[in-house]
């Protein structure tokens, strides 16, 4: 069993930045792929990004490509979103998830991932 625990969000003007931490109980964590998802009110969940096992591998959805980065510590068991140029349409909440299948790529369907943290809210004011 794998716990996610997001962290990091806030209240932050457009054009700044922020990070948010993904950080994982169990030590099979570093083999799964990790992404981020983000719902906002009245919409359903959207990918954002995500990261293979070795960290070579990432994703992004076309809204964020380019201001957005992901990353991953497995030493620390933690995954990271860097966001960066934040815009008011990035205000959601931001869930991290993992999908513990051995696949040779990036799943973009919240319903392929298996665990998911509570969600840290992200507010980007005009």
């Known amino acids: 069993q794998v716990q996610l625990v997001e962290s990091g969000g806030g209240l932050v003007q457009a054009g700044n930045s922020l990070r948010l931490s993904c950080a994982a109980s169990?030590?099979?964590?570093?083999?799964?792929?990790v992404g981020w998802f983000r719902q906002a009110p009245g919409k359903e969940h959207e990918f954002v990004a995500a990261?293979?096992?070795?960290?070579?591998?990432?994703l992004y959805a076309d809204s964020v490509k380019g201001r957005f980065t992901i990353s991953r510590d497995n030493a620390k068991n933690t995954v990271y979103l860097q966001m960066n140029s934040l815009k008011p349409e990035d205000t959601a909440v931001y869930y991290c998830?993992?999908?513990?299948?051995?696949?040779?790529?990036?799943?973009?369907?919240?319903?392929?991932?298996?665990?998911w943290g509570q969600g840290t809210q992200v507010t980007v004011s005009s």
């Open positions: 990261i293979t096992w070795s960290g070579d591998n990432t």
């Open positions: 998830a993992a999908d513990r299948r051995p696949i040779p790529y990036i799943p973009t369907m919240n319903g392929d991932y298996d665990y």
């Open positions: 169990g030590r099979t964590f570093s083999s799964y792929v």
